[in-house]
Nanobody, 120 residues
Framework: QVQLVESGGGLVQAGGSLRLSCAAS????????MGWYRQAPGEQRELVAT???????NPPDFVKGRFTIFRDNAKNTVTLQMNSLKPEDSAVYSC??????????????WGKGTQVTVSS
């Protein structure tokens, strides 16, 4: 299994910055895709940024120029640096990993989520 533990998040004023971190642990063989999704109240969960073990990513337009994802394959961590935050970025941000576990092949795993609130 894979456990994802998030840190960071909190309350920030519009225009400010936050950094989210996620560390994966457990009995997995490898992690393919790893990153972040978010969900605001009453909205569907949406992709923020993920990165493959090879460094490929395809972030949505609202991320470009503001958010940066870093991944450390050796440490099984992923970090999301969020700059120029807007009130509409307020949501619960959840860490995501697509990992290979013995006997299960590729499976998706989620962290518990961390709240990001951007005040206007």
């Amino acid at each position: 299994q894979v456990q994802l533990v998030e840190s960071g998040g909190g309350l920030v004023q519009a225009g400010g910055s936050l950094r989210l971190s996620c560390a994966a642990s457990g009995s997995f063989i490898s992690i393919n895709n790893m990153g972040w999704y978010r969900q605001a109240p009453g909205e569907q969960r949406e992709l923020v940024a993920t990165m493959t073990s090879g460094g490929r990513m395809n972030p949505p337009d609202f991320v470009k120029g503001r958010f940066t994802i870093f991944r450390d394959n050796a440490k099984n961590t992923v970090t999301l640096q969020m700059n120029s935050l807007k009130p509409e970025d307020s949501a619960v941000y959840s860490c995501y990993a697509n990992a290979v576990v013995v006997g299960r092949g590729y499976s998706n795993y989620w962290g518990k989520g961390t709240q990001v609130t951007v005040s206007s």
